[in-house]
T-cell receptor, first 115, second 117 residues
């Protein structure tokens, strides 16, 4: 069975602070893909990143960085120098070769950046 | 890039009426589309997988007769909430994978906020 856990339901930080959003996943498949999506208050889902299970290299994109560790089944997301515009709900998701295009979403982490 | 358009973005209807939500892939053909439901402050829950030219596949616990899905063309899937009740009020989101590549990032519509009074 596939499962994604985002233990942090809500996080508040003051602008310019760094914040890390945790994501832990479960799957028995050896080939799988992990995603992060951002959902601002307007509701649309914005794709942020995709990683496959064979690529554990961490990735940085501007103020965003991702730490993928297979040993702990985690795919954490860090926002550096947070900004008010980062306020949103962030979802971690998993898909596997066994499930095709079906995604399994975590429960989401609501991030509020206080000016 | 590939875009998925969803319409309407919000709708208010009275109990007992039916509401149709459209999901279109604008610049690619989608043989498969996914319909999700999201309650306030909760995650996206997959309702059904819409398959072009065949019956939709519903997740456990989703009433087929209440949530009618039609995927009549390669660019359009519709979700009809029949005999809507207040408990059907929710945020409905469709998505479609880009063609050809499994496990690619899904493209999501902007969602439809349904309020049943």
């Amino acid at each position: 069975a596939q499962k994604v856990t985002q233990a942090q339901t809500e996080i508040s930080v003051v602008e310019k602070e760094d914040v890390t959003l945790d994501c832990v996943y479960e799957t028995r498949d050896t080939t799988y893909y992990l995603f992060w999506y951002k959902q601002p208050p307007s509701g649309e889902l914005v794709f942020l990143i995709r990683r496959n299970s064979f690529d554990e290299q961490n990735e940085i994109s501007g103020r965003y960085s991702w730490n993928f560790q297979k040993s702990t089944s985690s795919f954490n997301f860090t926002i550096t120098a947070s900004q008010v515009v980062d306020s949103a709900v962030y979802f971690c998701a998993l898909s596997t070769t066994g499930t095709g295009n079906q995604f399994y979403f975590g429960t989401g982490t609501s991030l509020t950046v206080i000016p | 890039g590939a875009v998925v358009s969803q319409h309407p973005s919000w709708v208010i209807c009275k109990s007992g009426t039916s509401v149709k939500i459209e999901c279109r892939s604008l610049d690619f053909q989608a043989t498969t589309m996914f319909w999700y439901r999201q309650f306030p402050k909760q995650s996206l829950m997959l309702m059904a997988t819409s398959n072009e030219g065949s019956k939709a596949t519903y997740e456990q616990g989703v009433e087929k007769d209440k949530f009618l899905i039609n995927h009549a063309s390669l660019t359009l899937s519709t979700l009809t909430v029949t005999s809507a009740h207040p408990e059907d009020s929710s945020f409905y989101i469709c998505s479609a994978p880009p063609p050809g590549l499994l496990n690619s990032p899904l493209h999501f519509g902007n969602g439809t906020r349904l309020t049943v009074t």
